[in-house]
């Protein structure tokens, strides 16, 4: 259980344009979805949480006009980069919560995002 | 923002050993979770604690609810070459926004078989 799933794995774009990541939670539903950002060996830096409905809530520093973040249905949350850049490159990361799951998260497998 | 001092930074043992690594803060968290990372792939979720002083393992892992609610450490016990991976803790802080984890820079440890 507690299974989330995102796509794309992997996406290459050139600059200028948009691009949307989806996340799914497939076995349970998620009130509460998180999207991170992650360089190289290094940590998970959270960009925003979302809750269903409502606006998601962005961390210092993050640009919501250019991240935008749709949080529609208990299933599914949307991470769109827009006017990509090539700074943009990084890998992104969607965690879900569920009501069943207190403060556990559980992470899809991440999107490559290349901007060149 | 707020990180969690996680050590050792890098680990490399021998095939069988004991590997031990923890977190530590300086204030008070009421979750202490730690999970595993393979290279390109999201962390997976190895244990969540809930309770000062809880002890909780799963297979050859072993993690504790320091007692301080400050600290907590993982143990994997006789490692295999699949524990290879970057391992994080993550907390929630008693005080401020507690939806969101605190997360430590993680523990990479290579296994030489």
């Known amino acids: 259980g507690a299974v989330v799933s995102q796509h794309p794995s992997w996406v290459i774009c050139k600059s200028g344009t948009s691009v949307k990541i989806e996340c799914r939670s497939l076995?349970?539903?998620?009130?509460?979805m998180f999207w991170y950002r992650q360089f190289p060996k290094q940590s998970l830096m959270l960009m925003a949480t979302?809750?269903?409905?409502?606006?998601?809530?962005?961390e210092q520093g993050v640009e919501k006009d250019k991240f935008l973040i749709n949080h529609a249905s208990l299933t599914l949350s949307t991470l769109t980069v827009t006017s990509a850049h090539p700074e943009d490159s990084s890998f992104y990361i969607c965690?879900?919560?569920?009501?069943?799951?207190?403060?556990?998260?559980?992470f899809g497998p991440g999107t490559r995002l290349t901007v060149t | 923002g707020q990180q969690l001092n996680q050590s050792p930074q890098s680990m490399f043992i021998q095939e069988g050993e004991d590997v031990s690594m923890n977190c530590t803060s300086s204030?008070?968290?009421?979750?202490w979770l730690w999970y595993k990372q393979d290279p390109g792939e999201g962390p997976v979720l190895l244990i969540a604690?809930?309770?000062a002083g809880e002890l909780t393992s799963n297979g050859r892992l072993t993690a504790q609810f320091g007692i301080t609610r400050k600290d907590s450490f993982l143990n994997i016990s006789a490692s295999i070459p699949s524990d290879v991976g970057i391992y994080f803790c993550?907390?929630?802080?008693?005080?401020?926004?507690?939806?969101?984890?605190?997360w430590g820079l993680g523990t990479s440890l290579a296994v030489n078989p």
């Open positions: 604690l809930y309770k």
């Open positions: 979302s809750n269903e409905g409502s606006k998601a809530t962005y």
């Open positions: 076995d349970f539903q998620a009130t509460t």
């Open positions: 965690s879900a919560r569920g009501l069943a799951h207190s403060y556990e998260q559980y």
């Open positions: 204030s008070i968290f009421n979750t």
């Open positions: 993550a907390g929630r802080p008693n005080a401020g926004n507690n939806r969101k984890l605190i």
